[in-house]
């Protein structure tokens, strides 16, 4: 295989599998050297083309105490008492610049997760089935 840049799905396969075939070689050596160059060239067109967005902070949360073997009883302390727990994890409350700083220190949940916006579920209006944020609905007056 000609070592040139991946512009397409095709090119990536046949870089894909000459990695395979070349892994494990040693560093140094030719081999070990178009490996190197292979997996720059993947990676490289990998984050162009597969965009992986950051995850949920609840969920990056629950999944970090999980990891830890904890559960939500941990985050007292952390992010305030049990009250304050409830409205976060049940996406009542919003996490605050202090509680970021303590969740990133206390667990290692990267600052960059636990900025991104808490997907809050709408809420819909019983009545009309309507969602509240529905720019369509409008009380009756």
Known sequence: MEIKPIRSHADHQVALREIERLRGAKE??????????????VKAYEDKH???????PIEAIKF???????DHRALVGVIGGRSRVYE???RKRRLSL???RR????FGIPAEVLIQPIRVPRRR???????FNDASWSPKV
Do not use: W, Y
Not at 28 to 41: F, H
């Open 125 to 131: 209006c019983p009545a009309s089935k309507r969602s």
């Open 88 to 90: 976060v994890m049940h």
């Open 64 to 70: 970090r105490l999980e990891q830890l073997g904890l």
């Open 50 to 56: 597969f965009l992986i967005n950051a995850p949920d």
């Open 103 to 106: 969740l990133n220190q206390r």
């Open 98 to 100: 202090e509680m970021i």
């Open 28 to 41: 140094g050596t030719p081999e070990g050297d178009r490996l190197e160059v292979l997996t720059t060239l």
